[in-house]
């Protein structure tokens, strides 16, 4: 998004990323997650798990913004995001992007 000026606190704001995890055979495929995703991270996969649901699977892994809001509608306790680790700008060990 462009603004037509600089926010004065955006070097302040630190954006977080997480990994999204699936875990297919808890899933029943009520899409909740994938219909609440601020991102559009998840898709509907085309495969069946055991239970013969369609589960989600990740779209776009890196625009998780790890809001954990999949996780909190997920009746089945079947998706979950952890945080990714990200070092300071300017080290060795930065992860790029």
């Known amino acids: 998004m462009e ?15 997480g990994n999204v995890y699936v875990l297919d055979d808890r899933c029943k495929g009520c899409g909740y997650c994938i219909e609440f995703c601020p991102q559009k991270v998840l898709k509907a996969s085309k495969g069946f798990n055991k239970k013969g649901y369609h589960y989600p699977e990740i779209l776009k892994p890196k625009d998780c913004l790890n809001c954990h809001y999949c996780e909190i509608i997920c009746p089945d306790f079947a998706i979950y995001s952890i945080a990714q680790v990200v070092a300071e700008k ?8």
Do not use: Q, Y
């Open 3 to 17: 603004f037509w000026r600089k926010p004065l606190d955006a070097d302040d704001i630190h954006i977080t990323r």
């Open 90 to 97: 300017g080290s060795k060990n930065e992860v790029n992007k």
